[in-house]
């Protein structure tokens, strides 16, 4: 198995494994759309680990409402919770779901599509995707959530490609609202997309910003991920739909915690390789006050802290 796609996969084991193990602590899933923007509305999920209890709602959805349909941005970690926010949606009106746009394949943001498929959605993501979709590690990984996230993934559960796979920036313009989808990986994933909308300086940031928890860093080229942060200030947005957590209306600032906490785990780890320590001094010795009191720490941080030491080796070398 590729070394990116072992990594990936041992994440995701042992993140499910811990969601199983704390499920039964968890709280159970509200889904309320609340507005951005004139035409612009997201979901907010839970800031704990995916489980049976909260149905997989761990990370945000968006949608923007246009005279001619409905654009969704990513599509939650259940078919359940996708028909969830069609329901949501048609609150709101009763347009047709057009399209839906990925910002990158991780579990919480795509076991929803095939509900939003179904429903008439043309799917898009950037190419990238494709080399994990069609990979062992992201077939072991549905069958990992099938048992530890049943019911609401199960044996009808499916991994679901885009219809369009985009190889670069793409505007695309419904109900005349255009929508700027651009890559900015590798950084958080491979395959990482944004998506602005300049006329409301909307942006949605997938989960190269996580607000008010501790981010997943996972096989992430984190000194990518620093620079894309950088280049998400050139849109000029006034409101930042993260992947995870609340709304920001303070683009710089509230970048500033994803981006921070990547410094610093590069600075603790790189020395500690640069220097040959042992990874568990490096972790002993490390500062995380800063860090320690977010949600997610305790199950994220030294995760976290080990695949970005043996980035730093890689990168050494």
């Known amino acids: 198995m590729h070394m990116k796609f072992a990594g990936r996969l041992l994440h995701c084991l042992t993140w499910l494994a811990l969601a199983g193990s704390l499920h039964a602590n968890a709280q159970a899933p509200t889904m309320t759309a609340q507005r951005v923007s004139p035409s612009a509305w997201y979901v907010q999920g839970l800031s704990a680990l995916g489980s049976p209890a909260n149905q997989n709602f761990v990370s945000n959805a968006g949608f923007v409402i246009t005279p001619e349909g409905v654009v969704v941005i990513d599509a939650l970690g259940s078919p359940a919770l996708a028909q969830r926010l069609l329901a949501e949606i048609r609150k709101h009106t009763d347009k047709p779901v057009t399209h839906v746009i990925l910002t990158h394949y991780h579990a919480d943001h795509i076991y929803g599509v095939q509900a939003l498929k179904a429903a008439g959605a043309k799917i898009l993501a950037h190419q990238?995707?494709?080399?994990?979709?069609?990979?062992?590690?992201?077939?072991?990984?549905?069958?990992?959530?099938?048992?530890e996230l049943a019911p609401w993934?199960?044996?009808?559960?499916?991994?679901?490609?885009?219809?369009?796979?985009?190889?670069?920036?793409?505007d695309l313009v419904v109900g005349g609202l255009r929508f700027q989808v651009k890559p900015v990986g590798p950084s958080h994933t491979p395959e990482d997309l944004v998506v602005y909308l300049p006329q409301e300086k909307v942006l949605f940031a997938g989960d190269l910003v996580f607000r008010s928890r501790v981010p997943f860093v996972g096989q992430a080229d984190s000194r990518q991920w620093i620079k894309a942060l950088d280049s998400l200030l050139s849109f000029d947005a006034t409101v930042i739909v993260p992947g995870h957590g609340p709304l920001s209306t303070e683009a710089r600032k509230d970048m500033e915690l994803t981006r921070d906490y990547l410094v610093h785990l590069r600075a603790v780890m790189g020395e500690a390789a640069k220097n040959l320590e042992p990874f568990e001094d490096a972790y002993k010795a490390a500062d995380w006050s800063r860090f320690e009191q977010l949600p997610l720490f305790r199950v994220a941080n030294r995760m976290n802290a080990y695949n970005t030491y043996l980035l730093m080796e890689r990168e050494a070398n």
């Open 128 to 147: 990238a995707a494709r080399e994990y979709l069609n990979s062992d590690t992201a077939r072991l990984r549905l069958e990992a959530s099938r048992t």
């Open 153 to 170: 993934v199960d044996k009808d559960t499916r991994l679901v490609p885009a219809d369009e796979w985009l190889h670069g920036e793409r």
